[in-house]
């Protein structure tokens, strides 16, 4: 079976910048590019196999399908749900962040 095209949601895409902008400030370049690295294999993985994320935050949240996948390094996860034709990601977060006050469904 094919890798499924990954869509980055625009609230996805501010986090992914906001996060490296953080890692940069505070960490210098070669962490920011690190969390970018990280994020990009994520979303290979995610690709490859949309399964491969837990499903907690469905359960939790009352969103079907929605799944969580682990940037450990930077305590980070990647909020996605698989479709038909994409993996439709839907933020990338801090997990120390209160998760269910900050993810909400995206607008179709």
Known sequence: MADKPIRL???AAADLE???SYH????GEETALGFIDEVQDAFGLISS???????RYSYDLD???LRAFPIKRFDHAVFY???DDVVDVWRILHTSRDIPETL???ER
């Open 63 to 65: 969103i079907p399908g």
């Open 24 to 27: 940069r400030h505070h960490a």
């Open 104 to 106: 909400e469904p995206p």
């Open 18 to 20: 906001d996060a490296a």
């Open 9 to 11: 949601r625009a609230l």
């Open 49 to 55: 196999g949309p399964g491969i994320g837990s499903l």
């Open 81 to 83: 749900v698989e479709t």
